[in-house]
């Protein structure tokens, strides 16, 4: 009966890729990877450094459990790891992803010294008066009127977006961007809904809210139109 291989060891013009199974025992697969690894420097041990990809496919491994499959090949002299890539993720990074992936929807006024911060894109339906700030790390939708500080892109996203039933602020931030408002001129009931983004410069520019559909064509979640 042939004997499963639960390390395959392929050759790239980057290096070599490693393949390793992902329904053995973890023990099983560290004792198979050491041999295997083992042979192969036998053959290359006059070869200079090899850049190593580990591919771990279904499996999850712990922080301890990567420090460990990567000392086993940092051990050959002549391999240094590359990536160690998984189609899985920790709860925890995807409780993460999903909350900053989330839209959060908040009724209320954020009055001079408060601060409203979400993880992810935030819809606020009511004012920022002077002296308020609202931060999110993706987009910031305010259905009412701006005239405190608003930062979007906190995670470091600068394809963010600010947008703004009345866009009077006194400053805006998306990513490490910063920009002051405009002296506002005429009477401000008059003024349309609009939008702020950073442009291809890293400046960031203040547009009518119609600007986004060409320039973040992206930017909803709606399949189709209207």
Do not use: W
Request: hydrophobic share 40%.
């Amino acid at each position: 009966m042939k004997k499963t291989q639960n390390v395959l060891i392929k050759g790239t013009k980057d290096g070599l890729t490693l393949h390793l199974d992902d329904q053995c025992s973890y023990e099983k697969l560290k004792m198979e990877l050491n041999e295997k690894l083992t042979e192969n420097q036998r053959v290359n041990e006059d070869h200079p450094l090899i850049s190593v990809s580990v591919k771990i496919g279904n499996r999850f491994l712990t922080d301890v459990q990567q420090e460990e499959i990567k000392t086993i090949i940092r051990q050959k002299k002549n391999l240094v790891v590359g990536s160690i890539d998984s189609n899985v993720i920790a709860k925890s990074d995807a409780e993460q992803m999903m909350r900053e992936n989330e839209i959060v929807s908040v009724a209320r006024i954020i009055r001079s010294g408060q601060v409203l911060e979400v993880p992810g894109d935030l819809l606020l339906i009511g004012d920022v008066n002077p002296g308020g700030k609202v931060v999110a790390g993706g987009n910031i939708f305010i259905m009412g009127a701006l005239k405190g500080i608003a930062h979007a892109g906190a995670n470091g996203n600068s394809n963010a977006v600010i947008s703004a039933s009345l866009m009077m602020p006194t400053q805006l931030r998306i990513n490490d961007a910063i920009s002051r408002s405009p002296d506002i001129t005429g009477d401000e009931e008059k003024r349309e809904m609009e939008c702020a983004y950073i442009d291809h410069t890293d400046q960031i520019i203040i547009d009518r809210l119609q600007a986004l559909m060409h320039l973040r064509p992206n930017l909803t979640r709606l399949e189709g139109g209207f």
